[in-house]
Nanobody, 131 residues
Framework: EVQLVESGGDLVQAGGSLNLSCAAS????????ITWFRQAPGKELEGVSC????????YYPDSVKGRFGISRDNPKNTMYLQMNNLKPEDTAVYYC????????????????????????WGQGTQVTVLS
């Protein structure tokens, strides 16, 4: 059975940092482009990061560009989202997911957000940023 399990979410002050982790079983992250999404209270699912299979291409929306960084450790079958200079508007549940397509771009991220698919998704981890 495929499982993705996020961890590392916490309550932090504005300006602080967190590093989220996503550990996979039943699949190998090295075979996929990998992504992070978030859903804030009352908001729709939003893509915040994507990393291509061979780490050649990244995607970040303007809302997090320069503050968030996606990475992977293939031997550990784990992916990460480093979040710096956190803002109250970053408060959300954060989800990791695999991408079926091979291109990290805004269009493919929007498709994933709209259908909550088509790849594998974790259960989410809560990030709360205080002002």
């Amino acid at each position: 059975e495929v499982q993705l399990v996020e961890s590392g979410g916490d309550l932090v002050q504005a300006g602080g940092s967190l590093n989220l982790s996503c550990a996979a079983s039943g699949l190998s992250f090295q075979d996929y482009a990998i992504t992070w999404f978030r859903q804030a209270p009352g908001k729709e699912l939003e893509g915040v990061s994507c990393l291509s299979i061979n780490d050649a291409t990244t995607y970040y929306p303007d809302s997090v560009k320069g503050r968030f960084g996606i990475s992977r450790d293939n031997p550990k079958n784990t992916m990460y989202l480093q979040m710096n200079n956190l803002k109250p508007e970053d408060t959300a549940v954060y989800y990791c997911a695999t991408m079926v397509t091979t291109i990290c771009n805004s269009e493919n991220m929007a498709i994933m957000a709209r259908v909550r698919g088509p790849g594998y998704w974790g259960q989410g981890t809560q990030v709360t940023v205080l002002s």
